[in-house]
């Protein structure tokens, strides 16, 4: 029996998935082929999309970057007259030829990714899914559980660190007629999608986790708050969710046990406030998704006032795995505070983008340059965002720092839910800020003060530092605000909003300092700040950048040097972009 | 509650577990943490981080208001990085408020003369307070209002609609008025300490002038022979008339300021003379009078030129000979335009006005330079002389040239600039010379130590107007140079202030200024402000015709006529914020001293909406608090606002955007109440006064019989609105809390259709006349009706709103003074209610319980009762209850709003309660055992009554499923449960004839009467609808319901009054007695039964009808005498509410000179008998609690009753049973018309609008 998968989570999809798909079902059909044609979630190399394998006889062989007409080849040489197509192969048998994105990587979440179809209950439990829940009901008592996660050492994967094992312990011991399960699956940040790719390659796992903590605080009830931005997660989830249905996995004594457990999907509105655990509860509740002081916390009072234990998509993966393979293979990975793994979207200026789990405890450098494969076009590394909006930048200097918790927020940035963006020498550090900034500033749910007009004033600073405008005393109004934010807001979005400004200030002062004293952007990217030029002697004079610049502020003559007319230049870049000869130039 | 131990600022504490931060902070008066975001009345919310404090342990501040307490935790409320927090927080705040403090032109005067405020007093026609108002600031109205030049309409936000408004010449009316009849200002008890003000200009005068208000001796010392400096002297007659001038200084001199005139500093003394004469301080205030010179040769010998200012003063004081041919005067300011139409006036043939500079720079005010031109005065500009040219020492012409401008710097005005070779000559007879003053100085000779500038004025603190020398203060032209009067007014105000300070204290220092926030400040203020605003020119000045202006001097401008003065005062657009004095913002930022340039960027700006009829939204003015939010959803559960948007743009709205009146909003206006800032505020009735100060009144509301408290701020007498806001009125036991008819419906009290003065109809005529003649004919007319047709063709009828007093009296006089029981109300008598319902069962029908024991209740039933519109404050407290685990039980056929929040709605049929209610006693009577109900009296006549009521006849006849049924069964039977009923006695809409008295049996036979959390309250329409019939105004009691059984009480009370009522108080049917024309005379207190025209029966064959009232109403237009009646704010008084609370309402101000009405009451009674002399409406009070046994102990304030037991307190003669009645399923189909006029405005001028 021969089995084709295409990687057909929204990476895939949007490299162009659903085409190759369409094109060998179609070959399948013309040749009346006895071959499965399956769809699979992201298997991490975002940027080899569209992923296809071919399952043969035992063995198997992974296409990279498969176009509809390398599909129609595939079939015809690899199927029909089975020769592989050696010069797109990227992994036989599951070992890659080059190895080095996975090299450094443990998959634990996301073992099962790109490997099974997330829409087969089956394929799961053929994973060995559904078999922790089993185990738990069968042999551990609450408390158990509790040990083994508390042993374990895992943390909440939302951002904050959380020990998830005490969290479910203050659940457990809260008293309530009735407590909720909550999954947090409101991923927010911008250039984030772990969360996505587990639902939409594994959602079972997620479920599992939910059952395993359900159980083990007393939850008889899940909610599942999931954007309404990830369609076709929610698709994943629902056809989920309806398989455990049919099969008894959800409703009422599963597994045979007293115990019963339903989940629900609420699907929020895409404001990013609603990731914070009080915003998320008030708008399953159905008002506005504003964060309420705590204490009390969600844990003793939390949806409908009941307690309530959150935990995020990427914790809940995790448990199932826990559970079967102990506590100790969990702990054992990672450093002293920070065990397990922990997933990445890495973006940005590196060559390999896409999703990757590290065991904690790997190098920046490592994820870098190894996993990454350094850095695009040549560049120079300058530093990597981490945390997203409530992150920071952590400086190239900094490359040998760990993985870690602790280690992370010690440098201003957070571990965050998993964003990493690699930034190189072109990118400039305050338009950087500005840019989370911006975010942050239009996601605030507008209660407190600071939050909603403090980051406002924070970004008109940057604003008009980057439009060559800053003042003497700007930084420091910077600061002051920055750290009256941090301590005066109700929740973790007003209260680390200001990070990406203080971290690139901390690291990159003399970049803002350029920008207001001199004013000139050492990146050469704030529009403001540069004009651009053609060195006449590397001018060829090939008309390319004048037939592009949509303004015609580029005049001369064949095969004689250029000219930009900086009053008419609306400093678009464009020509840069188009020379061949590196005649445009930044000043 | 657990004690726990914390500790504050290094205090330990014990307090108790579940509080906040706040209040252990509070209740320990510990600190005042500010706060915006927060109301104690609802739940702890934490966003504006005002309150922040510090936690030991804990890197980050915490909000105060929503933080619990925990053992052990170590607070720090007040040190430097917390300061720094809550002042950047108010500082974002306010860089978001985009709103004006007060009106840009109050700021824009020098003086500060609060124009906003005297245009809304002058348009409410208050204009003795007008004046007074800006005599605070401005004691020169008559003669400014002629001469200023006007900042204020310069700012005037009208500019962008249009013209501003004509502020001046709206000052200069209510001058002219006040000139009738001089408003004389007080005057503190003389300190004996003297003052020396040198120069009785309008600086000189107006330091004298306050200084003289505070006590002072204030001396003037004038160099000229008269007072008034520029004003009399620089300032033509044709523009200030010297006349008013002196009146309006004479005004000034006469409260008492000592005038020494041909004394000059310098010459005839020295400051070193003035202290050792004894003079605490000395005010410099001499002017600028020197004329700057033209620099040109021969100008002081050559005959025919003439200084300008000199030529002023000449003039003024008769020296100046007549001129003659052509007068060139040189300069563009005002002086030069005043000798140009000056010498027009005196003899010259033609005028010619050479300016270097253009029009557009010309410093003249333009309404002047437009009225030379029209009258004849010919500008050049851009010329400049250069040459005199005479002919044996007399002016024939000047030698000029032509100038061009330069470009000119930023803010400065363009250099002229000669242009070569354009010399030209004007022949003239005659040039004056008015291109500026100076300032003579040469005084200072003798007193060295006082510093001058380099170009001559005195170096003054800018603040203070302190010279260099302690104690010296100087202030107008002679330190400014050449300026405005408004000014030296500015000047001579600021330095009676600092004098005052420097007298007293020995430190000189400025007056505290206010922090005030300005749109302008925030930004470009955008024309859509104004795009629906109506253009209106303004109104034109009067003037003298042009033919009659030469050769004399009569005043040009004539003044507005008073309906000019109202269309003018109508465009004013009401800038400024009607919340100045209660905006917290603004508080909290005059203690932080805040900047409010800190923080630069975007402001947000909204157009203000005003769609809803009384609540204006101005969302500029939202710091996002969100206090009106949580209010409107937490207590009201209405949720018409809500925020919208997300970050910087978040913002409080009305959902969707819609206007308020499209939401489900109520109108009860308790947003505005709980809002930090203007931004939800009160549309008023009239004008609204922002800076004006205001008297917080607190009293009792008048409409329904919750008794709700109430505080009135009044602006200026019988001028007024509601604003529940302060701390003490949100302790009440209304929380504060108001519906619309509290908030909103008081403004029936500003309607024009009062009565002020007593009217007497003789054959058809009406006459205004005495109150002591409307007395006497009235007591001559009832004497001899009484004469012919005896006592018991008198009656009189008592409106439910009176107080308590005045029910007494009704009631005494009619029974003691016209010897009858003819007592009621007309309320009563025409809404045949059940007012006696419960004597049966209860022995009394009152409330058993009181509204404070609902939060106590397990059950809360509300039967017959539309609380929403009638009674809405009782609904907030029944959900307050619900919130404390009360369920609330609404019994009406149709899904009113109480249906809404009830936690179960029973909607039985209409007319079919008395069913519900008898089912329910006989599945009660079938279970229990009912040991205690037994043993009542009717009892099997009760069990026999209720027997056929099974759960299917019951749910058949009342149309309610069995299963709803049986749910409120299982509800109501628990004998544990505390269950308190609500049964509104006036509302007609659900009832059945016997509903009260199946109440009455339940609660007897649950033995809930006497039980703490358990009763019923029976709600009533009008504020003293209980204490109506507590003092007996009907037939049926006697003051304390005494009955016609009780012949001892009778006799007791006919003692105390000095008659044999035994005789008296007898069953009467006074409806039955008015029909069979058996009563010849009604006298009507308060009520308009002839608002319902089919009344008119009542009235037709009557001889006598007096009525007194506080309006015109229909039936005091049919009367024979007309009384004018009190307002309730206008005089003290108690009112009994709904649950027997007894409150008293204190007088909020006088009302527009009546008597109070228990006067008048016991006026018209001594002159009919009996023993009326009271001293006070306490000695009334005393004589009830002595006559009526309900209010033997009662304390104001308190309940009566207060150990309230149905049987046994009240009717210890009469055996309390079951009420035994015939069930109908016939519905009450009366309508719910009322006769009382503030109800029927209400109901057209207020409910109209908002449903």
């Given at each position: 029996m021969t089995e084709i998968k295409v990687g057909l989570a929204t990476c895939g999809i949007s490299a162009g998935g659903e085409l190759v798909f369409d094109e060998l079902e179609k070959e399948i059909k013309k040749h009346d082929?006895?071959?499965?044609?399956?769809?699979?979630?992201?298997?991490?190399?975002?940027?080899?999309?569209?992923?296809?394998?071919?399952?043969?006889?035992?063995?198997?062989?992974?296409?990279?970057?498969?176009?509809?007409?390398?599909?129609?080849?595939?079939?015809?040489?690899?199927?029909?007259?089975?020769?592989?197509?050696?010069?797109?192969?990227?992994?036989?048998?599951?070992?890659?030829?080059?190895?080095?994105?996975?090299?450094?990587?443990?998959?634990?979440?996301?073992?099962?990714?790109?490997?099974?179809?997330?829409?087969?209950?089956?394929?799961?439990?053929?994973?060995?899914?559904?078999?922790?829940?089993?185990?738990?009901?069968?042999?551990?008592?609450?408390?158990?559980?509790?040990?083994?996660?508390?042993?374990?050492?895992?943390?909440?994967?939302?951002?904050?660190?959380?020990?998830?094992?005490?969290?479910?312990?203050?659940?457990?011991?809260?008293?309530?007629?009735?407590?909720?399960?909550?999954?947090?699956?409101?991923?927010?940040?911008?250039?984030?999608?772990?969360?996505?790719?587990?639902?939409?390659?594994?959602?079972?796992?997620?479920?599992?986790?939910?059952?395993?903590?359900?159980?083990?605080?007393?939850?008889?009830?899940?909610?599942?708050?999931?954007?309404?931005?990830?369609p076709m997660a929610v698709r994943t989830l629902i056809t989920a969710l309806t398989n455990c249905e049919e099969k008894g996995y959800l409703g009422e004594n599963i597994f045979g046990s007293d115990f019963s457990f339903n989940i629900k999907i609420k699907e929020g509105a895409g404001a990013f406030v609603c990731g914070e655990e009080t915003a998320l509860i008030a708008s399953i509740e159905g008002k506005r998704g504003s964060p309420r002081i705590r204490p009390p916390f969600p844990a003793r009072k939390g949806l409908w006032d009941y307690p309530t234990n959150i935990n995020n998509v990427e914790t809940f993966a995790n448990v199932p795995w826990i559970i079967l393979n102990g506590y100790e293979k969990y702990a054992s990975l990672g450093t002293e505070k920070s065990k397990g793994t922990k997933v990445f979207a890495l973006a940005g200026k590196v060559v390999h983008t896409g999703l990757v789990e590290v065991p904690m405890g790997v190098t920046i450098n490592e994820i870098v340059f190894n996993i990454g494969g350094g850095i695009k076009n040549n560049k120079e590394f300058k530093a990597v965002q981490m945390g997203g909006p409530s992150g920071g930048c952590i400086p190239a200097s900094m490359g040998d720092l760990i993985i870690d918790y602790d280690e992370i927020t010690k440098t201003g940035a957070i571990m965050g839910s998993g964003g990493m963006i690699v930034l190189d020498e072109t990118t400039c550090m305050v338009d950087v800020a500005k840019f989370f900034l911006n975010f942050t500033q239009n996601e605030s749910c507008g209660k407190c003060t600071f939050c909603r007009i403090g980051t406002k004033r924070m970004l008109e600073i940057l604003e008009r530092i980057t439009a060559g405008e800053g003042k003497e005393n700007d930084i420091e109004q910077l600061e002051d605000l920055a750290n009256k934010i941090k301590i005066s807001s109700l929740c973790g979005l007003g209260q680390t909003a200001p990070n990406p400004v203080l971290t690139t200030i901390k690291y990159f002062r003399e970049e803002y300092e350029a920008h207001i004293k001199e004013k000139r952007c050492p990146a050469h990217s704030c529009v403001a700040l540069i004009d651009y030029k053609i060195d006449t002697d590397k001018c060829t004079g090939c008309m390319l950048c004048l037939k592009k610049c949509p303004v015609d502020a580029i005049s001369g003559k064949p095969k004689e040097p250029h000219t930009i007319h900086s009053e008419t230049c609306i400093k678009c870049g464009i020509c840069y972009d188009v020379c061949k000869f590196d005649a445009v130039i930044i000043n | 509650m657990k004690k726990i131990r914390i500790t504050i600022n290094g205090r330990t504490v014990i307090t108790a577990e579940g509080k906040t931060i706040l209040e252990a902070v509070n209740e320990n008066k510990i600190d005042t943490i500010p706060t915006l975001c927060h109301d104690e009345r609802i739940e702890p919310y934490g966003s504006c981080f005002l309150c922040v404090v510090e936690i030991e342990g804990l890197n980050k501040l915490v909000p105060a208001c929503s933080t619990p307490v925990k053992e052990g935790l170590v607070i720090v409320t007040n040190n430097e990085k917390i300061q720094s927090v809550r002042k950047t927080a108010l500082e974002l705040l306010l860089s978001n408020h985009y709103a004006d403090c007060i009106a840009p032109c109050i700021d824009n005067c020098p003086a500060g003369v609060d124009v906003h405020e005297y245009i809304a007093l002058a348009y409410a026609g208050k204009f003795t307070e007008a004046i007074r108002l800006i005599k605070e600031t401005n004691p020169f109205p008559l003669s400014l209002g002629r001469i200023c030049v006007r900042n204020c309409e310069i700012a005037c936000r009208r500019n962008s609609v249009d013209e501003p408004v004509a502020i001046n010449a709206v000052k200069r009316w209510l001058a002219d008025e006040d000139n009738n009849?001089?408003?004389?200002?007080?005057?503190?008890?003389?300190?004996?300490?003297?003052?020396?003000?040198?120069?009785?200009?309008?600086?000189?005068?107006?330091?004298?002038?306050?200084?003289?208000?505070?006590?002072?001796?204030?001396?003037?010392?004038?160099?000229?022979?008269?007072?008034?400096?520029?004003?009399?002297?620089?300032?033509?007659?044709?523009?200030?008339?010297?006349?008013?001038?002196?009146?309006?200084?004479?005004?000034?001199?006469?409260?008492?300021?000592?005038?020494?005139?041909?004394?000059?500093?310098?010459?005839?003394?020295?400051?070193?003379?003035?202290?050792?004469?004894?003079?605490?301080?000395?005010?410099?205030?001499?002017?600028?009078?020197?004329?700057?010179?033209?620099?040109?040769?021969?100008?002081?010998?050559?005959?025919?030129?003439?200084?300008?200012?000199?030529?002023?003063?000449?003039?003024?004081?008769?020296?100046?000979?007549?001129?003659?041919?052509?007068?060139?005067?040189?300069?563009?300011?005002?002086?030069?335009?005043?000798?140009?139409?000056?010498?027009?006036?005196?003899?010259?043939?033609?005028?010619?006005?050479?300016?270097?500079?253009?029009?557009?720079?010309?410093?003249?005010?333009?309404?002047?330079?437009?009225?030379a031109e029209k009258e004849g005065v010919e500008i050049q500009f851009l010329t400049n002389p250069v040459s005199i040219i005479e002919k044996g020492g007399r002016l024939t012409g000047v030698e000029c040239i032509k100038m061009r401008l330069e470009k000119a710097d930023p803010g400065k005005r363009p250099r002229p600039v000669p242009i070569p070779d354009s010399e030209f000559i004007i022949n003239c007879d005659f040039l004056i010379a008015a291109i500026g003053q100076q300032v003579n100085t040469s005084f200072i000779g003798k007193d060295k130590d006082c510093k001058l500038e380099k170009w001559g004025t005195i170096v003054v603190d800018q603040d203070t107007l302190q010279t260099s020398i302690p104690g010296v203060f100087a202030g107008g032209d002679v330190v400014t140079g050449p300026l405005t009067a408004i000014t030296s007014i500015a000047h001579g105000k600021i330095a009676a202030y600092c004098i005052d300070e420097y007298v007293r204290t020995g430190i000189v220092k400025k007056k505290n200024e206010k922090f005030l926030s300005f749109k302008h400040k925030l930004g470009e203020i955008s024309q859509y402000e104004f795009d629906h605003i109506k253009k209106v020119g303004k109104e034109k000045m009067p003037e003298l015709p042009l033919s009659k202006r030469k050769n004399n001097f009569e005043e040009v401008e004539l003044g507005f006529s008073e309906n000019q003065l109202m269309l003018e005062t109508k465009r004013c657009m009401e800038c400024g914020c009607s919340e100045f004095y209660d905006c917290t913002l603004r508080k909290l930022a005059d203690n932080f001293n805040i900047d409010i340039s800190q923080y630069s960027g975007e402001t947000r700006k909204y157009k203000i909406d005003d769609r809803h009829p009384f609540i204006v939204l101005d969302s500029n003015k939202c710091i996002n608090c969100g206090r009106c939010v949580r209010t409107c959803s937490e207590i009201l559960k209405v949720s018409a606002i809500g925020f919208l948007y997300r970050g910087f743009r978040t913002i409080v709205k009305p959902a969707m955007e819609k206007a308020l009146l499209q939401t489900n909003c109520i109108s009860c206006g308790n947003c505005i109440d709980t809002c930090p800032t203007g931004a939800m505020a009160e549309k008023f009735p009239f004008k609204p006064l922002g800076q004006y100060k205001k008297e917080n009144y607190e009293s009792i509301c008048n409409f329904c019989s919750i008794g709700c408290r109430i505080n009135y701020k009044v602006i200026r007498d019988n001028y007024f609105f509601v604003s529940n806001s302060t701390t003490s009125i949100r302790n009440s036991h209304n929380n504060g809390y108001l519906c619309v008819k509290g908030r909103f419906g008081h403004r029936y009290l500003l309607d024009g259709n009062r009565i002020i003065k007593p009217v007497i109809r003789k054959n058809g005529i009406r006459k205004d006349t005495g109150i002591e003649e409307a007395i006497d004919y009235t007591a001559e007319k009832v004497n001899r009706i009484i004469k012919q047709y005896g006592p018991g063709s008198i009656a009189v009828f008592g409106s439910p709103k009176l107080s308590n007093e005045e029910l007494y009296l009704l009631q005494k006089f009619t029974r003691v003074g016209l010897k009858?029981?003819?007592?009621?109300?007309?309320?009563?008598?025409?809404?045949?209610?059940?007012?006696?319902?419960?004597?049966?069962?209860?022995?009394?029908?009152?409330?058993?319980?009181?509204?404070?024991?609902?939060?106590?209740?397990?059950?809360?039933?509300?039967?017959?009762?539309?609380?929403?519109?009638?009674?809405?404050?009782?609904?907030?407290?029944?959900?307050?209850?619900?919130?404390?685990?009360?369920?609330?039980?609404?019994?009406?056929?149709?899904?009113?709003?109480?249906?809404?929040?009830?936690?179960?709605?029973?909607?039985?049929?209409?007319?079919?309660?008395?069913?519900?209610?008898?089912?329910?006693?006989?599945?009660?009577?079938?279970?229990?055992?009912?040991?205690?109900?037994?043993?009542?009296?009717?009892?099997?006549?009760?069990?026999?009554?209720?027997?056929?009521?099974?759960?299917?006849?019951v749910s058949t006849l009342t149309g309610l499923p069995r299963e709803r049924y049986n749910q409120l069964v299982d509800m109501v039977k628990n004998p544990a449960s505390n269950i308190i009923f609500i049964y509104n006695i006036d509302s007609r809409r659900e009832k059945s004839f016997n509903d009260l008295k199946a109440i009455g049996n339940f609660l007897l036979l649950t033995n809930r009467i006497n039980k703490k959390h358990n009763g019923i309250i029976i709600l009533r329409d009008y504020s003293n609808s209980t204490g109506l019939l507590d003092m007996g105004v009907t037939p049926e009691y006697l003051p304390g319901y005494v009955t016609f059984h009780e012949i001892q009480r009778i006799r007791s009370i006919g003692k105390e009054w000095g008659v044999n009522m035994e005789e008296i108080f007898k069953p009467v049917n006074i409806a039955e007695r008015i029909i069979r024309n058996q009563?010849?005379?009604?006298?009507?207190?308060?009520?308009?039964?002839?608002?319902?025209?089919?009344?008119?029966?009542?009235?037709?064959?009557?001889?006598?009808?007096?009525?007194?009232?506080?309006?015109?109403?229909?039936?005091?237009?049919?009367?024979?005498?007309?009384?004018?009646?009190?307002?309730?704010?206008?005089?003290?008084?108690?009112?009994?509410?709904?649950?027997?609370?007894?409150?008293?309402?204190?007088?909020?101000?006088?009302?527009?000179g009546t008597l109070e009405n228990w006067r008048i009451i016991t006026n018209l009674a001594k002159k009919i008998g009996g023993n009326f002399n009271y001293d006070s409406n306490l000695d009334i009070f005393n004589e009830i609690r002595k006559i009526n046994r309900c209010y033997t102990d009662v304390e104001p304030n308190d309940f009566w009753g207060s150990d309230f037991s149905g049987q046994s307190t009240v009717s210890q003669n009469r055996e309390a049973g079951f009420a035994i009645y015939d069930t109908d399923i016939v519905t009450y189909n009366a309508g719910n018309e009322t006769i009382l006029y503030s109800e029927n405005y209400y109901r057209s001028k207020i409910k109209k609008k908002i449903t």
């Open positions: 082929l006895q071959i499965e044609l399956k769809k699979t979630g992201c298997l991490g190399m975002c940027y080899e999309e569209v992923l296809v394998e071919v399952v043969q006889n035992g063995s198997s062989w992974l296409y990279a970057q498969v176009t509809p007409d390398k599909a129609k080849k595939i079939i015809e040489n690899h199927i029909l007259e089975n020769h592989p197509v050696d010069a797109w192969i990227l992994a036989d048998n599951g070992s890659f030829r080059d190895n080095s994105f996975f090299d450094k990587q443990k998959r634990i979440v996301l073992r099962n990714c790109g490997v099974i179809d997330p829409g087969s209950i089956d394929e799961y439990i053929s994973q060995g899914g559904y078999k922790a829940i089993q185990k738990v009901l069968k042999d551990y008592s609450p408390d158990d559980v509790i040990d083994v996660i508390t042993k374990s050492g895992l943390r909440g994967r939302g951002g904050a660190g959380f020990p998830t094992g005490l969290k479910w312990e203050i659940a457990n011991r809260s008293k309530g007629s009735k407590k909720y399960i909550i999954c947090n699956a409101d991923e927010g940040d911008p250039g984030a999608f772990m969360d996505r790719s587990v639902l939409e390659g594994d959602p079972h796992s997620v479920l599992e986790g939910m059952m395993i903590s359900g159980y083990t605080i007393g939850a008889n009830e899940a909610y599942i708050y999931i954007r309404a931005e990830y | 009849h001089l408003w004389t200002p007080d005057i503190k008890k003389p300190n004996h300490k003297k003052i020396a003000i040198i120069g009785g200009g309008p600086s000189g005068l107006t330091c004298a002038y306050y200084l003289t208000l505070e006590g002072y001796s204030a001396t003037i010392f004038e160099k000229f022979p008269e007072l008034g400096g520029m004003l009399k002297y620089g300032i033509p007659e044709y523009r200030l008339p010297k006349k008013i001038l002196d009146t309006e200084i004479k005004w000034m001199t006469d409260l008492g300021i000592d005038v020494k005139t041909g004394m000059e500093l310098g010459k005839d003394f020295s400051i070193d003379d003035l202290k050792n004469k004894g003079y605490k301080s000395v005010f410099l205030a001499v002017g600028a009078h020197k004329a700057t010179s033209l620099m040109l040769d021969k100008e002081d010998e050559v005959e025919g030129i003439i200084k300008g200012i000199d030529f002023l003063r000449e003039k003024q004081n008769n020296k100046m000979p007549k001129l003659k041919g052509i007068v060139i005067v040189v300069g563009g300011g005002n002086t030069a335009v005043d000798c140009a139409r000056t010498s027009l006036r005196w003899g010259a043939d033609k005028v010619i006005i050479v300016y270097r500079r253009s029009i557009k720079e010309m410093p003249a005010h333009p309404d002047e330079v437009e009225a009858s029981n003819n007592i009621s109300s007309f309320t009563n008598l025409f809404r045949d209610s059940e007012l006696n319902c419960l004597d049966e069962s209860l022995g009394i029908t009152v409330s058993t319980t009181t509204m404070d024991d609902l939060s106590g209740a397990d059950i809360i039933l509300a039967v017959n009762a539309n609380l929403t519109d009638d009674n809405m404050i009782m609904e907030l407290k029944i959900k307050a209850a619900q919130k404390k685990g009360a369920a609330f039980i609404y019994v009406n056929s149709s899904e009113l709003n109480p249906a809404r929040f009830s936690d179960l709605w029973v909607d039985s049929k209409k007319g079919t309660n008395t069913v519900l209610l008898n089912g329910i006693l006989k599945e009660i009577i079938e279970n229990d055992g009912l040991s205690f109900g037994s043993k009542i009296k009717n009892f099997p006549e009760l069990k026999k009554m209720v027997s056929a009521y099974n759960a299917e006849i009563i010849k005379a009604i006298l009507i207190f308060g009520e308009d039964p002839l608002a319902i025209p089919d009344n008119i029966k009542y009235f037709d064959d009557l001889d006598f009808l007096m009525v007194q009232d506080m309006f015109n109403t229909e039936t005091a237009k049919k009367a024979d005498v007309v009384l004018p009646a009190s307002a309730y704010i206008g005089q003290d008084g108690t009112y009994t509410s709904c649950d027997r609370r007894v409150q008293e309402a204190t007088r909020v101000f006088n009302d527009k």
